[in-house]
């Protein structure tokens, strides 16, 4: 069975305190693996996309890298505007359909 | 660039009354749509998608039903609400290539009392 697993569910850090939020994956075929922001009431922002094992994409403080089995999304040097719920998605070769993990909330003190 | 609405942004509606959620997307054509739901703490729940007019696939049995009357409309209604209705409804549109990412509106709160 296809299934995300998010780890944890909930981060809080000191700002400018890295850290690593973790996307593990069970598909049958991956298409791509989707990481998205969500912000309190609003719905999810696209992040990145990537889409086989050793690839990695960047977006000012954020990194995103892609294994076999799991995904990372680090956080460098975080700001407390980097508070927000992260959410992890995969797609498989089989269908349309995004396999949504839980989410990490994130929370990142002054 | 493309731009997804929804609205209402929020709704109270008491059990048993109808529901009607609409969900338009400008600056693209043949888009995929899709409607989740969203409970507080878990994951998206995706409970339609339409890949053109008409085309609608639903993913969980329950009292709401989708339709697609335009290339860009995505309407998700009910008949009768029930509490369990409540929730954060998402409208999301794509490419129909597979391997593309979703983007989403702003999200209705929905709560039935």
């Known amino acids: 069975e296809d299934q995300v697993t998010q780890s944890p569910e909930a981060l809080r850090l000191q700002e400018g305190e890295s850290s690593s939020l973790n996307c593990s994956y069970t598909v049958s075929g991956l298409r791509g693996l989707f990481w998205y922001r969500q912000d309190p009431g609003k719905g999810p922002e696209f992040l990145f996309t990537?889409?086989?094992?050793?690839e990695e994409k960047e977006k000012e403080r954020l990194k995103a890298t892609l294994t076999k089995k799991e995904s990372f999304l680090h956080i460098t040097a975080p700001k407390p505007e980097d508070s927000a719920t992260y959410l992890c998605?995969?797609?498989?070769?089989?269908?349309?359909?995004?396999?949504w993990g839980a989410g990490t909330k994130l929370i990142i003190k002054p | 660039s493309q731009t997804i609405h929804q609205w209402p942004a929020t709704l109270v509606q008491p059990v048993g009354s109808p529901l009607s959620l609409e969900c338009t997307v400008e600056?693209?054509?043949?888009?995929?749509l899709y409607w989740y739901r969203q409970a507080a703490g878990r994951g998206l729940q995706l409970l339609f998608y339409s890949v053109g007019i008409g085309q609608i696939s639903s993913e969980v049995p329950q009292n709401l039903s989708a339709s697609r009357p335009q290339d860009r409309q995505f309407i998700l209604s009910s008949k009768k609400l029930l509490l369990s209705d409540s929730g954060f409804y998402l409208c999301a549109w794509s490419t129909r290539d597979r391997g593309h990412e979703q983007y989403f509106g702003p999200g209705t709160r929905l709560t039935v009392t």
């Open positions: 990537l889409y086989s094992a050793g």
């Open positions: 600056g693209t054509s043949n888009p995929n």
């Open positions: 998605a995969v797609q498989a070769f089989s269908n349309y359909q995004l396999i």
